[in-house]
């Protein structure tokens, strides 16, 4: 079992930054990507960006060159550095890990960009 816990969200103002933070607990060492998801209220859930352990990274085509995802030196954390923020980046933003046996998910935490 692995357990993630996210923290930073809030309000901010469109092409302002936010930084998502999520520690993971738990078997840690089975853990082969992390990542971040959104939602939006009666939308699907979907791929914001993830990273695997060799450090490779994917990003979603609307948040390249603006949202930056990395992990600790310790492995059981990762962050989601975000700028420029635009209205639509508004959601539940939840931190993702996977493991040979199964995904693991985040309780979330709600990104408001205001216009």
């Known amino acids: 079992q692995v357990q993630l816990v996210e923290s930073g969200g809030g309000l901010v103002q469109a092409g302002g930054s936010l930084r998502l933070s999520c520690a993971a607990s738990g078997r840690i060492f089975s853990i082969n990507a992390m990542g971040w998801y959104r939602q939006d209220p009666g939308k699907q859930r979907e791929l914001v960006a993830i990273?695997?352990?060799?450090?490779?990274?994917k990003y979603a085509d609307s948040v390249k060159g603006r949202f930056t995802i990395s992990r600790g030196n310790a492995k059981n954390t990762v962050y989601l550095q975000m700028s420029s923020l635009k209205p639509e980046d508004s959601a539940v933003y939840y931190c993702?890990?996977?493991?040979?046996?199964?995904?693991?998910w985040g309780q979330g935490t709600q990104v408001t960009v205001s216009s």
């Open positions: 990273i695997v352990n060799g450090g490779s990274t």
């Open positions: 993702w890990s996977r493991t040979s046996a199964d995904d693991y």
